[in-house]
Structures are given as structure tokens and as C-alpha cells.
């Protein structure tokens, strides 16, 4: 089936991570649209002013300067054109509260970095598969 | 990752059953169970049959049941306790008449499905796949 690819905007603020992402992205023939925000007020910047069309789903890092993930999402799902985003979390943080306010904020997966290239290559090609699933 | 429970609601015994039987093949380490309606999902997740811990993920075509699915949904988006569950929407309906709605209740997926074994299979492949590789937070 021919799909119109979506949109996929990266809230991360590490570069190295960034860079991890396109290259796994690039490996799994990925080639949906990636948009790049640093932090959770440059990524509301980008969607509420529509600098960017706008995304069916977000990768989105916790620990970020100036705003984190979760402080993020929360603004997010109070927004009537933003709030039916698929986020998917892809963070380095185990911490239960994380998972839990993610959660509650309705991610649809949380997702722990792994420390090898070559398992996050596995997981990316896990999500590709679940966004195909979804016709994402 | 880890484990978790996962609650497939579907008044079709022979759905339930191609689940079971796929699960089985395909070694899912979540345990399934399953309802035969929104009444007894409710019941199993805070009622007189409530599970424990809680179901982290639940499995339901809203299509099928006019809107009871989507009343459901509200119902648990609603909740203290059940407003983080995942919940996937399975459907083998042409008629996606609740798409949309369900969509508004922030589901993790909405995935068009076939239910003849050798397809079941391969969705359920990619669903047991995606769910190791996602976290949960502690049990409930």
C-alpha cells in the first residue's frame, strides 16, 4: 500500500543522540520527514507557530534544558491541536515517576536508550514496524 | 520491559480463542485474559473480578459495539487508577465508525487487522515485539 509518509518531530537536546537517531533512521530505510526540536520550548515553538507542518508522532527525550519531556507533553495534551499526537518517550531515564507521568500523560510506548547502536538499531526497527501496523 | 498483564475484550469466542492460540505460538510472555464485553472488562479492571495487578494493556475494537467501546475508553481515560493504560485498537471493521473518537482518547495504536491465523500471527509478531521493547512502570 502506498502511504503518504507523516511527520516525525525528535525533541532531544544531545546531538550524539540526534545523530543516532537519523543514522538508525537512515538504516532501517526510514524515510518519513525528521524535524529536530532541542528542548520542549523550542519543539512548542515549532508546532504552535506551524514552523513546521505538523507531526503525527514525537520521539521525545525526559532530561532536556529549559523545558523536559514531561513539562512538555503536559502543555501538549492541553492543546486542542496538538493533544492526539502519538509521543513515544526514548529516554535514559529507569526512574519509576518518569514512566509513570509519561504514562499518565498517555505516551504510547516508553522506551529505555539502549547503550549499544546495535540494539537501538533493533528497537528502531521495532517501531518502524508498529508504525506500519498503525498506518502511521 | 518486564511483564505485564493484557486484557483482550471481544464478545467473539473464536477471536478470543485465535488470540490465545497465537499468543501461544508466537510465546508472548504477557498473560492474556479476556472479556467478553465492556461489562466484564470493567468488572476485571475495577470491579468484583478485578485483576492484579492491573491490566497495562487492553486490546478492543471499538467498531464492533456501537459505542459501548467508546464509552469504555472515556470511562478508563477517566479514572485515577486506569487512565494510563495502553490500550490498542484492534479492528477487523470496514466501517471505522469510531475511529476518530478513539483517536481523541490518545490509544497507542489503531491497527486494521485480520483475524485468519497466519495473519493474526504476524500482527501479533510485531505487537510482542514493540511491547519488549517498551517499559511499564510498577505494578499496581
Same mark, same amino acid.
Not at chain 1, 540526534?18 to 508546532?47: C, D, P, Q, W, Y
Not at chain 1, 501538549?76 to 529516554?91: A, D, G
Not at chain 1, 535514559?92 to 505516551?107: H, M, Q, R
Given at each position: 500500500m502506498?502511504?503518504?509518509?507523516? #511527520?516525525?518531530?525528535?525533541? %532531544?537536546? @544531545? &546531538?550524539? @543522540?540526534? $545523530?543516532?537517531?537519523?543514522?538508525?533512521?537512515?538504516?532501517?530505510?526510514? *524515510? !518519513?520527514?525528521?524535524?529536530?526540536?532541542?528542548?520542549?520550548? &523550542?519543539? =512548542?515553538? $515549532?508546532? %504552535? #507557530?506551524?514552523?513546521?507542518? =505538523?507531526?503525527?508522532?514525537?520521539?521525545?527525550?525526559? !532530561? *532536556?534544558?529549559? $523545558?523536559?519531556?514531561? &513539562?512538555?507533553?503536559?502543555? *501538549?495534551?492541553?492543546? %486542542?491541536?496538538?493533544?492526539?499526537? +502519538?509521543?513515544?518517550? *526514548?529516554?535514559? +531515564?529507569?526512574? @519509576?515517576? @518518569?514512566?509513570? !507521568?509519561?504514562? !499518565?500523560?498517555?505516551?504510547?510506548?516508553?522506551?529505555?536508550?539502549?547503550? +549499544?547502536? %546495535?540494539?537501538? =538499531?533493533?528497537?528502531?526497527?521495532? =517501531?518502524?514496524?508498529?508504525?506500519?501496523?498503525?498506518?502511521? | 520491559m518486564g511483564n505485564a498483564s493484557i486484557l483482550l475484550v471481544d464478545n467473539r469466542k473464536a477471536i478470543i480463542e485465535s488470540f490465545r492460540k497465537s499468543f501461544s505460538e508466537i510465546e508472548v510472555k504477557h498473560t492474556l485474559f479476556s472479556a467478553a464485553n465492556e461489562n466484564e472488562a470493567w468488572s476485571m479492571l475495577d470491579g468484583s473480578q478485578k485483576l492484579s495487578p492491573v491490566p497495562k494493556i487492553i486490546l478492543i475494537d471499538v467498531n464492533r459495539t456501537k459505542n459501548k467501546g467508546i464509552q469504555f475508553l472515556n470511562a478508563i481515560r477517566n479514572h485515577t487508577d486506569l487512565k494510563s493504560i495502553l490500550v490498542f485498537v484492534i479492528t477487523d471493521s470496514e466501517t471505522e465508525i469510531n475511529k476518530a473518537a478513539a483517536l481523541n482518547l490518545n490509544i497507542a495504536g489503531y491497527i486494521p487487522m485480520s483475524f485468519e491465523s497466519q495473519t493474526l500471527n504476524s500482527f501479533v509478531s510485531v505487537l510482542n515485539e514493540y511491547w519488549n521493547i517498551i517499559e511499564f512502570s510498577s505494578q499496581k
Open positions: 502506498n502511504q503518504k509518509l507523516v #511527520n516525525i518531530l525528535l525533541v %532531544e537536546d @544531545d &546531538e550524539v @543522540d540526534v $545523530m543516532n537517531v537519523k543514522r538508525a533512521f537512515s538504516k532501517n530505510n526510514i *524515510m !518519513n520527514t525528521l524535524f529536530v526540536a532541542g528542548n520542549g520550548v &523550542e519543539a =512548542l515553538e $515549532m508546532l %504552535e #507557530n506551524h514552523i513546521i507542518p =505538523l507531526p503525527k508522532i514525537i520521539i521525545l527525550d525526559i !532530561n *532536556m534544558p529549559k $523545558m523536559n519531556g514531561i &513539562e512538555f507533553l503536559k502543555i *501538549m495534551r492541553e492543546n %486542542e491541536k496538538l493533544k492526539n499526537i +502519538s509521543v513515544f518517550v *526514548m529516554t535514559t +531515564s529507569n526512574e @519509576d515517576s @518518569d514512566k509513570i !507521568n509519561a504514562y !499518565n500523560l498517555n505516551v504510547a510506548g516508553y522506551i529505555l536508550k539502549p547503550l +549499544s547502536f %546495535e540494539k537501538f =538499531l533493533t528497537s528502531v526497527a521495532t =517501531l518502524k514496524n508498529f508504525w506500519q501496523l498503525c498506518e502511521l | -
